[in-house]
């Protein structure tokens, strides 16, 4: 029989402290990220945080289920109170006054951005893409055979940077055949914020070349200063009226299992093609994903303040680890995310990275899963405890000393 992960006693947002993690507890929760991989590895993977449920989250849910109806809720006709509330978040957070009306509820973000791709863009066109790119919008293009006009990432002496030049001259070579921009705002998995700037660029080639703009700004509330989030959309109402923004409260909240998110239609023909469509067809959220997400955004600003504060720690906590074991392994400290892009390449490993880590018994995201560009690389997951933290690069670099190098690796 499973064990139940007994929960934490919930404590009020601002006494949270996110180094408190018990090992056995997260080694007894029943989701992916600790299960997989068996119980003797520690959980470096999957985007889920080892914290538990956000305590306002946790008592509004509790509240919902005691008062007694999980019955249709009163919103199915005219839209769940997520619209308004997300309209308000984003005025409030990032000076972006979106429309209630155009707002959808969809289960998660990658359905609403394969059901906008689908509607809207033709079947072998091309769809723009920063690589390396979180893996699902991989899958997305080669299952519904959008092949990818790729942006990738360089790093330079600032961080990782796309060569938006380089995008505009493949665009026009494309000669038309890209049709949506697929924008990944912070990126995962680089953590790269993209400045206002370089969004202005990607929209001026949006409108040259008559993009659709689809824009994952999941990580939005995770970004660390003096970088600062800014939606595509709000930069002005020509690209508004080309983009669709997604988002939802998972990430930020640690609530992917409750299946909610929203898609904002700003774009006319993307919201006709969606209310051509039979209402059923896109699933209906449920009324406790809801609750969870309105409760997230309502109640969890002071928890979610508590929470970046102790990431920006963990992610310096990462970069000493890293340099006092590990200092051949390339780290640019994400400007968003809890999730580090790290480059092992100069350690010039016999097997994959990955694999050598998870024998060693550390499980962190395998790089090519992230395009070809991630050969050589692997994503670690750094939302948990300091301890938990220290562990996993401990295991790290034990796995890494044993491991074998190539027979053509060079000394430096
Ligand atoms: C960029 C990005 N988009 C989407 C998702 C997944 O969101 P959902 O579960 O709502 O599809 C993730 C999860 O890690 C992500 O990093």
């Given amino acids: 029989m499973a064990v139940e992960p007994a929960s934490p006693a919930p404590s009020p947002a601002a006494e949270v402290d996110f180094d408190a993690l018990d090992l056995a507890w997260?080694?007894?929760?029943?989701?992916?990220?600790?299960?997989?991989?068996?119980?003797?590895?520690?959980?470096?993977w999957v985007a889920d945080m080892d914290f538990p449920t956000p305590p306002p989250v946790v008592a509004a849910l509790h509240r919902f289920v005691d008062a007694g109806d999980l019955g249709y809720p009163d919103w199915l006709a005219a839209g769940s109170p997520l619209r308004a509330l997300f309209a308000e978040r984003m005025?409030?957070?990032?000076?972006?006054?979106?429309?209630?009306?155009?707002?959808?509820?969809?289960?998660?973000?990658?359905?609403?951005?394969?059901?906008?791709?689908?509607?809207?863009?033709?079947?072998?066109?091309l769809v723009a893409l920063h690589l390396p790119a979180y893996p699902p919008f991989l899958d997305t293009s080669s299952t519904m055979a959008r092949p990818i006009l790729s942006i990738p990432a360089e790093r330079t002496a600032s961080g990782w940077a796309f060569d938006h030049d380089r995008f505009a001259t493949d665009l026009a070579a494309a000669g038309g055949r890209c049709r949506a921009l697929l924008l990944c705002n912070p990126q995962n998995p680089t953590g790269h914020v993209f400045t206002g700037a370089e969004l202005e660029r990607l929209a001026a080639l949006a409108d040259e070349h008559d993009l659709l703009v689809i824009s994952?700004?999941?990580?939005?509330?995770?970004?660390?200063?003096?970088?600062?989030?800014?939606?595509i959309a709000a930069l002005d109402p020509a690209i508004a009226a080309r983009t669709v923004t997604l988002t939802s409260a998972t990430k930020a909240f640690n609530l992917a299992g409750v299946r909610c998110a929203v898609a904002h239609l700003g774009a006319e023909a993307v919201r006709h093609a969606w209310e051509a469509q039979p209402r059923h067809l896109f699933g209906v959220v449920s009324s406790l994903g809801v609750e969870a997400t309105r409760a997230a955004w309502e109640d969890g600003g002071d928890w979610l303040d508590a929470l970046v504060a102790h990431l920006d720690r963990n992610r310096r906590l990462l970069g000493s680890l890293l340099a006092a074991s590990l200092p051949e392994i390339g780290y640019v400290p994400p400007?968003?995310?809890?999730?580090?892009?790290?480059?092992?390449?100069?350690?010039?490993?016999?097997?994959?990275?990955?694999?050598?880590?998870?024998?060693?018994g550390a499980v962190l995201s395998p790089g090519p899963d992230f395009g070809p560009q991630g050969v050589g690389f692997v994503r670690l997951n750094f939302a948990t405890s300091a301890a938990v933290l220290e562990a996993l690069v401990a295991r790290m670099a034990s796995a890494v000393a044993r491991a074998p190098r190539r027979a053509d690796a060079t000394t430096a």
Avoid: N
């Fill in 216 to 231: 994952d700004e999941i990580h939005a509330d995770l970004v660390y200063r003096p970088a600062h989030h800014v939606p």
């Fill in 91 to 125: 005025a409030a957070r990032f000076d972006w006054s979106p429309e209630p009306q155009h707002v959808r509820e969809v289960c998660d973000v990658v359905q609403g951005l394969q059901w906008i791709l689908h509607l809207t863009t033709p079947v072998d066109s």
């Fill in 335 to 360: 400007e968003a995310t809890y999730l580090a892009w790290l480059d092992m390449r100069a350690l010039q490993l016999a097997d994959p990275p990955h694999t050598v880590l998870r024998d060693g």
């Fill in 26 to 44: 997260l080694q007894a929760k029943p989701g992916a990220k600790w299960q997989r991989h068996g119980p003797d590895r520690l959980a470096a």
